[in-house]
């Protein structure tokens, strides 16, 4: 297995597969906020498709998709998408630009965990 580049470990909670152990927490923490009905409708790693496949010069170029973290509903009924990050990689501002532009309507949280407790970058 390869190591990953940030020193994550891949954690399992619940018979799913997590990146790091941040992101294990983070899923727990918002088990809790749906349990308290803040939050509803959680599901882990959502796929969006930022760009659809096409062809250029009658070769085929595959779309992108981004992988998220999490999606749930807040109180309110807005539908929220979130990123667990410890640090920002040098691409994430472009795949949040191709989301944001895609998907106007969902709001994008990049949330990290400092001093014990969640905070939105």
Not at 53 to 79: C, I, V
Not at 84 to 92: S, T
Request: hydrophobic share 35%; proline share 4%.
């Amino acid at each position: 297995m390869r190591a990953n580049k940030y020193g994550a470990k891949k954690t399992q909670r619940d018979g799913i597969e997590f990146d790091s152990l941040m992101e294990a927490e983070r899923y727990q923490h918002l088990k809790l906020l749906q349990r308290a009905g803040i939050i509803t409708d959680l599901e882990p790693h959502p796929e969006f498709v930022l760009i659809e496949p096409f062809k250029k010069f009658g070769k085929k170029k595959r779309g992108h998709k981004y992988k998220a973290d999490f999606m749930y509903r807040d109180e309110s009924g807005q539908l929220i998408v979130e990123d667990v990050k410890g640090c920002i990689a040098r691409d994430f501002p472009l795949r949040r630009t191709l989301f944001d532009s895609k998907y106007p309507d969902i709001v994008l949280k990049v949330v990290t965990k400092e001093r014990g407790r969640w905070e939105e970058k």
